[in-house]
């Protein structure tokens, strides 16, 4: 089981978490909702709980829920800019379907 990250989304957590001051990583997860069933959550993790899977990658600390890891397992997620947007990006192997919007995804 692994996540992993792009140079990119790695250099952005720790440019982030420098600024911030704080959070010793990167906490990735999901919650049901959508068209399609679940979306990514993502936030700077504050502090690893005992049942949090963490990964590290690229010198970045990743911490993942275990019930959500069953549905992004062997995710890798990237930073991607496009004119003046910029977001995380998901590239999951166990997705069999998203919505129109891509806000959503199910396995």
């Known amino acids: 089981m692994a996540i992993s990250l ?3 989304a790695a250099d952005r957590v720790r440019t982030y978490l420098d600024k911030r001051g704080s959070g010793v990583g990167l906490r990735l997860g999901v919650t049901q909702t959508g068209c399609s ?3 990514y959550v993502i936030n700077y993790a504050e502090e690893i709980d005992g049942a949090d899977v963490v ?3 690229k010198g970045v600390t990743v911490v993942v829920d275990p019930e959500a890891l069953q549905l992004i397992d ?3 997620v990237d930073f991607v800019k496009n004119g003046l947007n910029e977001a995380f990006s ?3 192997p166990n997705v069999s379907g998203e919505c129109g919007c891509g806000e959503s995804f199910n396995v």
Do not use: A, L, M, V
Request: hydrophobic share 15%.
């Open 6 to 8: 792009t140079d990119s």
């Open 74 to 76: 062997g995710t890798e």
């Open 90 to 92: 998901f590239r999951n």
């Open 37 to 39: 069933g679940y979306s």
């Open 55 to 57: 990964f590290e990658d």
